[in-house]
């Protein structure tokens, strides 16, 4: 049957439908299906305003089935682009999926050996001092008793700012400050970056780092200073490490003393690594020389002690098989990340 065109109130109710059926369709957000629902069925629509104008029950009937049809349209519209929405937001975001991974980071070998250094120290009943790094030329040497024709004194062996002021050369530096302005009895330990003129190489860098231990207490002999020592070294290393002490010369301690550990990867067979002696050089320690206690104004008849110093670098190389101290200065993620 051939559909009626109907003129109400002079709107041409088949166009007017076309075209608002038309416009729902091309509705491609909800914002413009909102304007096509105004457009068409609001209350100053044409559509409205014919119903209003409406004297008879056909045009009345046609009018309201044209005004369902676009409501049903416009529902329909609206349930499509809310599902296209939702599957665009599923796309861009799905909450169930698990997080993407963050990279975790952790601390730099030297300050994981660091912590380990400061750990055992605590455990001993240390304590762990701070000093600074930018020294007096009487901190680093004359108050440790060096002498002034020493060539760790040169230019060519220590950063000097002026006359007066360097980068300290060693942690020794931390036993004067601490003496300066503490009385005895004295258990320290300082941990930090020490600066040499020295040029790179795979044993020894410019900038590296020191434990300086200090005991100082009626009675100290040497023995306190080795059982300490051994302690150190088998809580670093391993209770297998075995410990060799040879004299030797420091202008602050006398007796002095070297010690090796038995190298890591052979264990004391010789290898490649220790170069086939067996033995690592860890440091260097002594019983205080009594200059040293005079320059603090420490009594040396009441008071004795020891100390001694060793190169952290050395240790992380030595804990973790490192051939070349100057990797833990370059920062390269693919060697940091190993540990
Ligand atoms: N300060 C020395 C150095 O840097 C190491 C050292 C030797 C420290 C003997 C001491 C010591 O406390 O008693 O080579």
């Not at 051939?2 to 491609?28: F, H, N």
């Not at 409205?48 to 519209?77: F, H, P, T, W, Y």
């Amino acid at each position: 049957m051939e559909k009626r065109s109907v003129t109400v109130a002079a709107v041409d109710v088949e166009a007017l439908e076309r075209e608002a059926q038309g416009a729902i369709a091309a509705a491609s957000t909800r914002a413009a299906l909102d304007e096509a629902r105004i457009r068409y069925l609001g209350r100053r629509s044409e559509l409205k305003q014919a119903l209003r104008g409406v004297r008879d029950r056909e045009s009345g009937m046609a009018l309201n089935a044209v005004r369902e049809r676009l409501e049903a349209a416009i529902d329909a519209r609206e349930a499509e682009l809310e599902l296209t929405e939702l599957k665009r937001l599923d796309e861009a975001l799905d909450v169930t999926l698990p997080g993407a991974p963050l990279r975790r980071g952790h601390l730099h070998p030297l300050t994981q050996i660091i912590r380990e250094v400061e750990d055992i120290f605590l455990g001993l009943g240390y304590e762990i001092v701070d000093s600074r790094e930018v020294e007096t030329v009487w901190h680093n040497f004359d108050a440790l008793n060096q002498p002034l024709t020493h060539p760790s004194r040169s230019h060519r062996d220590t950063f000097y700012i002026d006359a007066e002021t360097l980068l300290r050369a060693h942690t020794s530096t931390g036993q004067i400050r601490t003496m300066e302005t503490r009385r005895p009895p004295l258990y320290i330990a300082t941990i930090g970056r020490v600066y040499r003129r020295d040029t790179p190489s795979p044993r020894s860098t410019p900038n590296f780092h020191q434990v300086e231990a200090l005991a100082v207490d009626r009675e100290i002999t040497l023995a306190d200073l080795k059982g300490t020592l051994m302690h150190f070294v088998r809580a670093m290393f391993g209770e297998d490490r075995q410990v060799r002490v040879r004299t030797n010369y420091f202008p602050f301690t006398e007796p002095s003393v070297e010690f090796d550990v038995t190298c890591f990867l052979c264990g004391g067979t010789g290898c490649v690594f220790c170069r086939y002696s067996g033995w690592f050089e860890m440091g260097g320690a002594g019983v205080v020389d009594p200059a040293v206690f005079e320059n603090v104004g420490y009594d040396p008849e009441e008071w004795s002690g020891f100390a001694w110093g060793l190169g952290i670098d050395r240790i992380a190389a030595q804990r973790h098989g490192i051939p070349d101290i100057r990797m833990f200065w370059e920062n390269d993620l693919r060697v940091l990340e190993q540990f």
